[in-house]
């Protein structure tokens, strides 16, 4: 059984961090790239960022230099520190899974796996 499970959104205002974190099972994760998308009011679904299977970031303009990515595969386990947030943050946030890595058109590509997704909501 292939599960995805986001887990840490909440609650924050402007200028705060918060941790989400994808934990995988079903697959070993070492093989695949994970992506973060969000879906805000109002708004289509966007990449957020990428991790390939060997460690390489991509960053959606508006997020770079807040937000990182970084994977842990022996607890199968996806990051996405993100700091200074923003009303416009707010949103949806899901990771997904594909394989073999991100590409650099990633988020325009088809992941084949989706977790349920976190809520986060940036507001005073």
């Known amino acids: 059984q292939v599960q995805l499970v986001e887990s840490g959104g909440g609650l924050v205002q402007p200028g705060g961090s918060l941790i989400l974190a994808c934990t995988v099972s079903?697959?070993?994760?070492?093989?695949?790239?994970i992506g973060w998308f969000r879906q805000g009011p109002g708004k289509e679904r966007e990449g957020v960022s990428c991790?390939?299977?060997?460690?390489?970031?991509y960053y959606l303009d508006s997020v770079e230099g807040r937000f990182s990515n970084s994977r842990d595969d022996a607890k199968g386990t996806v990051y996405l520190q993100m700091n200074s947030l923003k009303p416009d943050d707010t949103g949806l946030y899901y990771c997904?899974?594909?394989?073999?890595?991100?590409?650099?058109?990633?988020?325009?590509?088809?992941?084949?796996?989706w977790g349920q997704g976190t809520q986060v909501t940036v507001s005073s």
């Open positions: 997904a899974a594909r394989s073999p890595g991100c590409g650099e058109t990633w988020s325009s590509v088809s992941f084949d796996y």
């Open positions: 079903g697959f070993a994760l070492d093989y695949f790239a």
């Open positions: 991790i390939s299977s060997g460690g390489a970031t």
